[in-house]
């Protein structure tokens, strides 16, 4: 089995020394995506709302590449700055897995890269 990297244009630059995800036989890990519009690259700090909505996009470029969608994740991984955030960002997530959805987790952290609110990690799988 070998390490593929994968790139879009659809999501975001890397903003270090990372690949947007590496997939592996039928496993695809995706890095965190943050709210950088990939058009501009420029940072969106602002709505919650518009922020996960972003997110989400970032990652369904992501998914594109690899022949996949939300319904292959099988884990995700949120980072909140808060707590408060979290029945927003919830609502917004659900609308990508209403049926099937995968495990989370979801944590609260002291900051996040370019100073968001909400980073989102997912792994997929090609079977699932």
């Known amino acids: 089995m070998s390490k593929t990297i ?4 659809g999501a975001p630059k890397a903003v270090g020394p990372y690949s947007q995800a590496v997939q ?3 496993f695809l890990f995706c890095s965190g995506q ?13 709505d919650i ?6 997110v989400l996009k970032n ?8 022949d996949m969608k939300f319904s292959h994740v099988i ?22 897995f209403s049926s ?9 952290v002291a900051g996040l890269p370019k100073g968001v609110n909400v980073e989102i990690e997912v792994i997929a799988h090609k079977q699932a």
């Open 6 to 9: 994968l790139h879009t244009d």
């Open 24 to 26: 592996m036989g039928d």
């Open 34 to 46: 943050i709210s950088i519009d990939p058009k501009t690259q420029e940072v969106f700090t602002g």
């Open 49 to 54: 709302k518009q922020q996960t909505e972003m």
């Open 59 to 66: 990652i369904e470029a992501v998914l594109t590449k690899a």
């Open 75 to 96: 884990k995700t991984t949120i980072f909140l700055t808060s707590m408060s955030d979290f029945a927003t960002v919830n609502e917004i997530y659900a609308t990508r």
């Open 100 to 108: 099937n959805p995968p495990a989370r987790s979801t944590v609260a």
